[in-house]
């Protein structure tokens, strides 16, 4: 357990001036991420989910990406009684750049692509 937490605490100091760049922190990086671009938007509920935190703390966390200019609530285009949250064209930018940073600066990175891959593959075990 020690050795994940090194490495989240690595990669957190690694992209800390990308989330500055972005008026990001790191919960709010962590909900771009949780939000497929290339997906349907994610009701606040499965967001909620996604980030493993109750309704209060989402809803403080998607009203500082709105404020951001980052996200949009929206009624869901299926049930309009549902809100979704929607990046926008800023919000898709600050996401890939700390996708790209997080996946480029995270220790995991160094791994050869064998060891990643089995490494991948035992955690996803681990969670299922």
């Known amino acids: ?6 490495v ?12 500055a760049r972005h008026g990001l922190t790191p919960v709010m990086a962590f909900a771009l991420w949780a939000v497929d671009p290339d997906g349907p938007p994610p009701t606040m509920r499965t967001l909620a989910e ?28 299926d049930d309009k009684r549902q809100r979704v949250l929607v990046l926008t064209d800023a919000g898709r930018d600050a996401r890939s750049h700390v996708v790209d940073a997080v996946l480029k600066e995270s220790p995991l990175a160094a791994l050869p692509k064998e060891n990643l891959r089995r ?9 299922t």
């Open 1 to 6: 357990m020690l050795a994940t937490y090194e």
């Open 50 to 77: 996604r980030m493993h935190c109750n309704a209060s703390n989402l809803t403080y966390i998607c009203d500082q990406l709105v404020r951001a200019g980052l996200a949009e609530r929206q009624n869901a285009a």
């Open 8 to 19: 989240t605490k690595q990669t957190d100091e690694r992209v800390a001036g990308i989330l």
């Open 119 to 127: 490494l991948t593959a035992m955690l996803s075990q681990s969670l």
